[in-house]
């Protein structure tokens, strides 16, 4: 069975930093593609960055250069470490594990305040 967590959400003042983590299990993780997404209130979760077995990137616009996605494949976890962030920020993220189909974990909640 595919397991997806994510952890490392809460509240921050802007300009501040946090570091997501999603751990894994279930699955081959070194032959994955990873991926995190966010979702604000009232809107569509959209992607944030993700991660090829290669360690290829890409990022959305509005986070490159302060959000880092990076892969521990001993440890079958993605992480994201986000700095400067913004009031923009605040959403929900969400970790996805491509193997044979998308498996979602349950979300981490990032708060920004100013």
């Known amino acids: 069975e595919v397991q997806v967590e994510e952890s490392g959400g809460g509240s921050v003042q802007a300009g501040g930093s946090l570091r997501l983590s999603c751990t894994t299990s279930?699955?081959?993780?070194?032959?994955?593609?990873m991926g995190w997404y966010r979702q604000a209130p009232g809107k569509e979760r959209t992607p944030v960055s993700n991660?090829?077995?290669?360690?290829?990137?890409q990022y959305v616009n509005s986070v490159k250069g302060r959000f880092t996605i990076s892969r521990d494949n001993a440890k079958n976890t993605v992480y994201l470490e986000m700095n400067n962030l913004k009031l923009d920020d605040t959403a929900t993220y969400y970790c996805?594990?491509?193997?044979?189909?998308?498996?979602w974990g349950r979300g981490t909640q990032v708060f920004v305040s100013s």
């Open positions: 996805a594990a491509d193997c044979n189909g998308r498996f």
């Open positions: 279930g699955f081959t993780f070194d032959d994955s593609d």
């Open positions: 991660i090829t077995p290669q360690d290829v990137t």
